[in-house]
């Protein structure tokens, strides 16, 4: 008998169990398409996070304080611009605020900051019309980009020359809630430059002046943060240095490198940990193609026992069986990266959308597309076939073990 024979035969038998096989190929599929859909999401992932903060400038440096109780002040400011290599320091205040034009409200972010230095932090920032803010005005406001004209909107929410009125509610020493507001004058838009998940996110903020933040927020010249630019990109880890001795316990500090090599470490953890997950639902389904496999041995025993009886070999009885398994991972593994690719998707938008509904910092993330490549397909498909063929091992010795007499006398 040739190995043809033996594969069309496989194929009939997998044919007849048109029910047991379809379970058995559902199982696979929901397996591969999990570690398919969660290595995309993680290479998308780790690709937006990259992407988003290699729009700081490559020589920039973040400082936040470590703790409520540290306050950076313009002391603060004045002690780390004299590290050696620190070109500038720009401190920066944030609040969530009510945004507000007629009668359209949205909730975002406000910054107030040095808005000359901003090109400095963003080398890619670029005004759309009108232009940035002096430090000296306290009525002007710079909208990002997808402030001024929301995604889906057939209208922008603001223009050159429109009125902003800014609420916030603040929380008094005796529990009390009072709202501030007030009104500013649309000095500029920005152009769009993809910043959805920084520190500062440009493209989804406003922005005021430092002075006119510190007034609307009251901080008594206390400010969230600072951006400190080094002279050039091989200076940032001496000026980090620098930064951890005046500030060893108070400070947190992150640059693009350490942000990117954190980003990393991270996502890797959290491709083995889904990868785990996943291999555990490809295990499943190995046990159940096993299950299925085994239990056609037993269905089939007279007529196995018919083939030995007329002289087919016990490697053709094995590989009969294994094309089975072969046949179900094939299957399984193609059809589980096709879904996972849409599985991918639709998770990515809902995690985007709780991100948002829930983002109360300036820190979120925005919607990361799953990524892709031939060899992702490659490795669920083959490693999804080599865990049926290995599932299939058992069963196919069993059947290649029966003794064709007592096979036929079988009931």
Not at 313 to 330: D, H, M, P, Q, S
């Amino acid at each position: 008998m040739r190995l043809m024979d033996v594969f069309q035969l496989s194929f009939n038998a997998f044919k007849e169990r048109k029910v047991r096989s379809a379970l058995t190929i559902i199982m696979v599929v929901i397996g591969a398409s999990l570690v398919t859909a969660l290595r995309g999401m993680t290479a998308g992932t780790y690709h937006y996070v990259v992407g988003q903060f290699s729009l700081l400038g490559a020589n920039v440096i973040i400082v936040l304080p470590s703790s409520p109780g540290f306050k950076m002040t313009q002391g603060v400011k004045e002690r780390v611009i004299t590290c050696s290599g620190v070109v500038d320091a720009v401190p920066f205040i944030q609040q969530t605020v009510l945004a507000s034009v007629g009668g359209e409200s949205k909730r975002t972010f406000l910054v107030g900051i040095e808005q000359s230095k901003l090109p400095l932090i963003f080398p890619s920032l670029s005004l759309e019309e009108g232009e940035l803010v002096p430090s000296h005005d306290s009525t002007g406001i710079l909208l990002g980009n997808l402030i001024a004209y929301p995604t889906g909107e057939s209208k922008p929410f603001a223009t050159y020359g429109s009125s902003v009125t800014i609420s916030y509610v603040q929380q008094q020493p005796d529990g009390r809630f009072v709202q501030h507001k007030k009104t500013f004058r649309v000095g500029g838009v920005l152009n769009y430059i993809g910043s959805s998940a920084l520190f500062i996110p440009v493209d989804r903020m406003v922005s005021i002046s430092l002075s006119a933040a510190n007034t609307l927020f009251e901080r008594g010249g206390a400010y969230d943060g600072m951006f400190l630019v080094a002279e050039t990109q091989e200076r940032v880890e001496k000026v980090v240095e620098e930064i951890r001795r005046l500030y060893p316990t108070n400070v947190e500090i992150y640059s693009s490198k350490t942000i990117i090599q954190t980003a990393q470490n991270i996502m890797g953890s959290i491709r083995m940990m889904m990868s785990g997950v996943a291999v555990v639902s490809l295990l499943v389904a190995a046990v159940g193609t096993l299950a299925s496999l085994y239990t056609a041995v037993l269905e089939r025993t007279k007529e196995i026992g018919l083939l030995k009886a007329l002289g087919m070999k016990n490697r053709f009885l094995v590989t009969l069986f294994l094309n089975e398994a072969l046949i179900i991972g094939l299957i399984g593994g193609a059809v589980g990266n096709i879904a996972g690719v849409g599985l991918a998707h639709i998770l990515a938008i809902l995690i985007a959308k709780s991100r948002e509904a829930s983002a109360t910092e300036l820190i979120t993330l925005g919607y990361a597309p799953p990524i892709f490549t031939v060899d992702i397909f490659l490795t669920v498909l083959a490693f999804t076939v080599a865990l049926s063929v290995v599932s299939g091992m058992y069963p196919a010795w069993r059947a290649a073990g029966l003794d064709p007499v007592v096979a036929l006398r079988k009931e």
